[in-house]
């Protein structure tokens, strides 16, 4: 069955630090795969996408991830965080039918 | 501007009643979803529409009923069935594939009485 994995429910790390979340995947071809970002009380925010092509996928406000069919991942990656990035992240994979699966999330806390 | 529009922002319902959560878009897209969102739960699927006037269950439908009469407009109504109805809710659309972007509007809180 189709799945979607984030491994850490909570990351902090120190603002101007790297970070990279964990997206694991169960999917049965290649999957087209996701990752949103929420803000607290808002809606989800598409940070970036893979359909096909280029394994390495740039997003907005410096984000990028990196689908490894042989891991089945697609983690999500930023250079150096800023205050503003704190928030939660979601991974998905679909297409499953007309819907998408979405991971439980990982929610970003950024330290001073 | 496009995009997706829910109301009321907070909402409160009272035992044995039935309340009804907004969402309109002006995207022109053919797909609708409500989520659910519990903390620590992600976004569970309740029901999504492909076309108007035509709708399916997702993963947790029971307690919960919806519409689309118009292209722009996927009501929810959150029934007296539904036992723990306080969660966020989310609505989305997106062009009408499985795998299209979907773009969400900003929630709906319901708490109860």
């Known amino acids: 069955a189709q799945s979607v994995t984030q491994p850490d429910i909570h990351i902090t790390v120190s603002e101007g630090a790297s970070l990279e979340l964990r997206c694991n995947y169960s999917?049965?071809?290649?999957?087209?795969l996701f990752w949103y970002v929420q803000s607290p009380g808002q809606g989800l925010q598409l940070l970036l996408k893979y359909f096909s092509g280029d394994t390495l996928v740039q997003g907005i406000k410096g984000f990028e991830a990196e689908f490894k069919r042989s891991q089945s991942s697609f983690n999500l990656r930023k250079p150096s965080v800023h205050w503003s990035d704190a928030a939660e992240y979601f991974c998905a994979v679909g297409p499953w039918g007309d819907k998408i699966i979405f991971g439980k999330g990982t929610r970003l806390h950024i330290l001073p | 501007d496009g995009g997706i529009t829910q109301s009321p922002k907070y909402l409160f319902r009272k035992e044995g009643q039935n309340v009804t959560l907004s969402c309109e878009q002006n995207?022109?897209?053919?797909?609708m979803y409500w989520y659910r969102q519990d903390p620590g739960q992600g976004l569970r699927l309740i029901y999504y529409?492909?076309?108007?006037?035509?709708?399916q269950k997702g993963d947790i439908a029971e307690g919960y009923s919806v519409s689309r009469e118009k292209k722009e407009s996927f009501p929810l109504t959150v029934t007296s069935a539904q036992k723990n109805p306080t969660a966020f809710y989310l609505c989305?659309?997106?062009?009408?594939?499985?795998?299209?972007?979907?773009?969400f509007g900003a929630g709906t809180r319901l708490s109860v009485l």
């Open positions: 999917y049965g071809a290649t999957p087209y």
């Open positions: 529409s492909q076309i108007v006037n035509d709708f």
């Open positions: 989305a659309s997106s062009m009408g594939q499985g795998s299209d972007i979907q773009y």
């Open positions: 995207l022109n897209h053919d797909a």
